[in-house]
């Protein structure tokens, strides 16, 4: 691995604990104004500090956060679907050129493939495609498996999904967390964060997020859970302390309330 992707690995990835607290804003570009999301740069701006990444897309990146913003870049470089076409969601291919994630000085690219799906050649070959002309530049690519419905999300699906996306090329797989995670990450041989999923009670998310990390997770790539959360920065921050500060989930929700009662 050259320098490059390693530097540009290591913003995604503290080195110091190999772990990451990504944040996840970049669901407008399947599902519109997402609540919460409404305007995110005011969404994102108080929860950066306890971020180590933001992933979005190249119109958020543009029209919501300034150019002296100092946090590493995870760009969403694959779209094309929405939330309304049942039938084809995240039948995705390329929608950013490699020349434009570099002008926009990103850390990583991320590309969401969709296994087990009748379209799944077009997403893998899509990915790595895109990973080809990343390795020209010293770009990670983070492999999206599994977002959408009808796919089974337990180990043995969500395993084969992340090894193939390994395998294929991808320096970084992001999935679900299931029961039996720890075959998952066993069975892959690149750092695996988790997606949080749709909004559930900030308790069960931060336990969540510790039973992954328990089995052997590098971090989370979360969205949903932190910025629809009653208290976002909060919420953030009781992550933050789970990732890197080895809180476990009641020291975390713990942490949560108190910041929640001083709103
Ligand atoms: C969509 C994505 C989202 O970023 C991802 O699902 C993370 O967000 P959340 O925690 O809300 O699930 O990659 O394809």
Known sequence: ??????????????????????????????????????????????????????????????????????????????????????????????????????????????????????????TLLGMTEYINKCERYGIPVLAVTAVGRGLGKDAKYLSLASRMAAELGAHIVKTYYCDNFEHVVDTCPVPIVIAGGKKQPEQDALQMAYDALQAGASGVDMGRNIFQSTDPVGMMRAVNAVVHKKYDPKEAYDLFKEHESKK
């Open 1 to 122: 691995m050259d320098w490059g992707m390693k530097n540009r690995l290591s913003k995604i990835i503290r080195p110091k604990d190999g772990r990451t607290v990504m944040l996840a804003v970049d669901h407008g570009y399947f599902m519109g104004p997402t609540t919460g999301l409404e305007n995110i740069e005011k969404t994102v701006k108080p929860l950066l500090r306890y971020a180590d990444t933001l992933m979005l897309t190249r119109g958020a990146l543009r029209n919501y956060i300034t150019p002296d913003t100092n946090i590493p870049i995870v760009l969403r470089v694959s779209g094309g679907t929405s939330i309304l076409n049942k039938d084809h969601l995240l039948h995705e291919g390329t929608v950013v050129d490699i020349d434009d994630a570099i002008r926009l000085n990103v850390s990583g690219v991320a590309f969401s493939i969709l296994v087990g799906q009748s379209f799944e050649r077009d």
